[in-house]
């Protein structure tokens, strides 16, 4: 199993920057995709970007020039630098990893780090 631990979420003014981190750990696996999402209270869980383990990149499209991800594969870890924040940015971002693991194909996701875009 794949287990995901964000860091990096907290309070910042609108305008301000963030890095999140993601760091994968485990036994027997090889992570391919990885990526963020991010939900607020009430509503579905949205991509924010994804990437690819050659580096292909997709973005949710309210975060597109503003957020880009980025992954260290020898550190098996993918970060998210988010620019320009927005106060409608304000949500818990989640960590994701599609790996396999004894032959199959799982899903894995982190608890979550709260980030806070307010003035």
């Known amino acids: 199993q794949v287990h995901l631990v964000e860091s990096g979420g907290g309070l910042v003014q609108p305008g301000g920057s963030l890095r999140l981190s993601c760091l994968a750990s485990?036994?027997?696996?090889?992570?391919?995709?990885m990526g963020w999402y991010c939900q607020v209270p009430g509503k579905q869980r949205d991509l924010v970007a994804r990437?690819?383990?050659?580096?292909?990149?997709n973005y949710g499209d309210s975060v597109k020039g503003r957020f880009t991800i980025s992954r260290d594969n020898s550190k098996n870890t993918v970060y998210l630098q988010m620019n320009s924040l927005k106060p409608e940015d304000t949500a818990v971002y989640s960590c994701?990893?599609?790996?396999?693991?004894?032959?199959?194909?799982?899903?894995?996701w982190g608890q979550g780090t709260q980030v806070t875009v307010s003035s």
């Open positions: 990437i690819t383990r050659d580096g292909s990149t």
């Open positions: 994701w990893a599609k790996s396999l693991v004894s032959g199959s194909y799982v899903d894995s």
């Open positions: 485990g036994t027997a696996w090889r992570i391919y995709d």
